[in-house]
T-cell receptor, first 113, second 112 residues
Framework: AQSVTQPDIHITVSEGASLELRCNYSYGATPYLFWYVQSPGQGLQLLLKYFSGDTLVQGIKGFEAEFKRSQSSFNLRKPSVHWSDAAEYFCAVTYSGYSTLTFGKGTMLLVSP | NAGVTQTPKFRVLKTGQSMTLLCAQDMNHEYMYWYRQDPGMGLRLIHYSVGEGTTAKGEVPDGYNVSRLKKQNFLLGLESAAPSQTSVYFC???????????FGSGTRLTVV
């Protein structure tokens, strides 16, 4: 069964510092991977997605993610975090032939001044 | 373009009461989903639909029923609400799984 692990429940980053949020998926086939962001009281917004091609994908709001098959990972990065990036981030996975996404439990990002 | 609209946004129910949550999308999407979000649990799939007139169970379907009589609408019903169903409910839709979902803004349900 498809599953996603986000090892960090909370992460605190200073404003202006770089950010990396971890995501690991299980399963042997080629995954389709997604990162979503959820601001407090809001729905989820798609940041970026990977399904083939270049393993480094660019998203909205200055985020990027790198697919590493050897590590079963799809980590989210941002070079310089802004206070408005404070939110909860969800990684999700699906595979060819599936009709649903499976989400990780989320990582809450806190941004300190 | 409204996207995915959920009604109501907030609701308080007494144990044993019933209610229906409505999800409407105006993007002509085939696939629609209901998830619940609880602290520390992420999003868990309740039911989903791959087209008008179809429904399927997800990870946590017990206590819920769904209907997709029209392509644009996906209804989630609670026949006899329980405190364990206190949660935030999200509807989502898509036309291609590989494109990801579009989410609604959620319904916060409290069962007392």
């Amino acid at each position: 069964a498809q599953s996603v692990t986000q090892p960090d429940i909370h992460i605190t980053v200073s404003e202006g510092a770089s950010l990396e949020l971890r995501c690991n998926y299980s399963y042997g086939a080629t995954p389709y991977l997604f990162w979503y962001v959820q601001s407090p009281g809001q729905g989820l917004q798609l940041l970026l997605k990977y399904f083939s091609g270049d393993t480094l994908v660019q998203g909205i709001k200055g985020f990027e993610a790198e697919f590493k098959r050897s590590q079963s990972s799809f980590n989210l990065r941002k070079p310089s975090v802004h206070w408005s990036d404070a939110a909860e981030y969800f990684c999700a996975v699906t595979y060819s032939g599936y009709s649903t996404l499976t989400f990780g439990k989320g990582t809450m990002l806190l941004v300190s001044p | 373009n409204a996207g995915v609209t959920q009604t109501p946004k907030f609701r308080v129910l007494k144990t044993g009461q019933s209610m229906t949550l409505l999800c409407a999308q105006d993007m002509n999407h085939e696939y629609m989903y209901w998830y619940r979000q609880d602290p520390g649990m992420g999003l868990r799939l309740i039911h989903y639909s791959v087209g008008e007139g179809t429904t399927a169970k997800g990870e946590v379907p017990d206590g819920y029923n769904v209907s997709r009589l029209k392509k644009q609408n996906f209804l989630l019903g609670l026949e006899s609400a329980a405190p364990s169903q206190t949660s935030v409910y999200f509807c989502a839709s898509t036309d291609r799984i590989v494109g990801g979902y579009t989410f609604g803004s959620g319904t916060r349900l409290t069962v007392v």
